[in-house]
């Protein structure tokens, strides 16, 4: 990689519209943004798109900033496309000044009755301009019986009659596909502004962009073809493009889309089953790529294993075993003065609470697992499982034997050896009942470790 002191500053923004909470799908661009901006002592901008004013809420926006500052994600500005309206609609007054927004009236089912018709005449599914051809006359006439019409930005892709489109080709070198073309001519003229005078994403993010000096646009690889249009709005309002990057996408296990409507991969609802945000992060940025997924401890880390042409041009499956594995791998090696806080707040504190927890950590998927064996070192096994009659008798001498405190880490060795001598059982015979006596369960924590956490009372309460 570059030395990051030769690479110039960016600019990004992740640009989440305030309708829900994000998912691990739109963490992954929003990781990719971080971490380019990072890489290139940059910017990174949270720009909320809530121009849909009825369905964005301030209680979704908020979540959002903190779902992000829980990822570790600290936005450099924080901008909201609602107070931006009137720069949106200067845009729009130069465009149709321009000739280049015009208004259509067509309903829906129009345009769909349309569509169908090319369709049957093998003619490729594509808006044909048709409210061009409208006379002042025509429009008033149709404004008069009630009609609003949407605006549609006109696409430079012909020469002298926009009804005589030609092959017009755009073309970028993605930040992460590389060379990418798109012919505007196989596309509709986008829709900026709704019947209702609501803008669509595009003019308020074009403007958004040239304004706050965006240099480079990454997000999903469902964009790819929007880019072509973007770029020609871009040059449209007096502007060069910045340059793009598309990543691959997110899916299910079963090869879905992710989408804010099913809470289940949200943010704020992984963090609440007790994923660490590192792990999120790791899964987010690494699947799909040609680097292999692993726990990475920190932003920092993650860092350097970034690289935004990494991806592959698939998409990539998010299984959440898989993340839960890599929250395995770091909760076994997260340091007491980290998860201090957190296991207070599970009741798990005092003098014990440290040593408790370097004992029990390779034992537990998720933080608030500790809980239970906290439980066990303090009240007891909580599901015994069924002793022999033998072992019944077994553990009864083993606990005759027990040796006086004060513990330490030896005396689980004394006590086997002594219990070793007295009954000449030995090896899974000899450790296994004990362990059922003590945990209730067949596994779990080193028993020279957990044995002076219980302590000589507790452990004589546990006689069968």
Known sequence: MTELEDIRPATVRFAPSPTGRIHIGNARTALFNWLFAKQHHGEFILRFDDTDLARSKTEHAEAILADLQWLGIAPDTVAWQSKRFDAYAGAAERLKAAGLLYPCFESGEELERRRKLRLARRLPPIY????????????????????????RFLLPNYADSPFETRRTEVHWDDVVRGPQTVDLASMSDPVLIREDGTY?????????????????????????????????????????????????????????????????????????????????NSLAVLIGTSESVAAMASMEALLEHFKPDFASKSAAKFDPAELT?????????????????????????????????????????????????????EQGPDSAETLEDEDIDFVREAFSLLPPEPWDGETWSTWTAAVKAATGRKGRALFMPLRVALTGLRSGPELADLLPLIGRARTLDRQP
């Open 200 to 280: 669509l994403y595009t003019l308020p993010s074009v403007v958004d962009d040239i304004e706050m000096a965006v240099s480079h646009i990454i997000r999903g690889d469902d964009h790819v073809t929007n880019t072509g249009a973007q770029i020609a709005l871009f040059r449209a309002l007096g502007s060069e493009a910045p340059a793009f990057g598309h990543h691959n996408l997110l899916t299910s296990v079963t090869g879905e889309g992710l989408s804010k409507r099913s809470n289940a991969l949200s943010i704020g609802s992984l963090r609440d089953d007790g994923y660490e945000p590192m792990a999120i």
């Open 128 to 151: 044909g301009r048709e409210a061009l051809k409208l006379s002042a006359e025509e429009r008033q006439a149709l404004e008069a019986e009630g009609r609003k019409p949407h605006w």
């Open 325 to 377: 594995n890599l929250n395995r791998a770091l909760v076994h090696e997260l340091a007491y003065e980290t998860v201090s806080d957190r296991l207070s707040e599970l009741g798990i504190a005092g003098d014990a609470a440290e040593a408790f927890w370097l004992t029990v950590r390779k034992n537990v998927d998720f933080v608030k697992e500790a809980v239970r064996w906290w439980t066990i070192v």
